[in-house]
């Protein structure tokens, strides 16, 4: 079993900054195979940013340049940092464990809006 928490959503301005939290818990074999996706309103959930197998970030293009994806592995964490955030941005934001089964957490809620 795989436990995910995120945390870290919110309100925030276009052009603002939020950082997400995802702590993983339970039988972890790779920190690198937990990433993130999103679900706007009235939409299907799109991945956002995930790593490799050999440990680099990867990014959804609507999010390149502007998201960033780390890890603290001694904590079990992985964070997604978000700049100059966008109307659009505004989503649930799941982060998932992709191991034999893939595991979601409950979400965090982003709303972009002045």
């Known amino acids: 079993q795989v436990q995910l928490v995120e945390s870290g959503g919110g309100l925030v301005q276009p052009g603002g900054s939020l950082r997400l939290s995802c702590a993983a818990s339970g039988s972890i074999s790779s920190i690198n195979k937990i990433g993130w996706y999103q679900q706007a309103p009235g939409k299907q959930r799109e991945l956002v940013a995930t790593?490799?197998?050999?440990?680099?970030?990867n990014y959804a293009d609507s999010v390149k340049g502007r998201f960033t994806i780390s890890r603290d592995n001694a904590k079990y964490t992985v964070y997604l940092q978000m700049n100059s955030l966008k109307p659009e941005d505004t989503a649930v934001y799941y982060c998932?464990?992709?191991?034999?089964?893939?595991?979601w957490g409950k979400g965090t809620l982003v709303t972009v809006s002045s």
């Open positions: 998932y464990y992709s191991g034999g089964i893939t595991y």
């Open positions: 790593f490799t197998r050999d440990g680099r970030p």
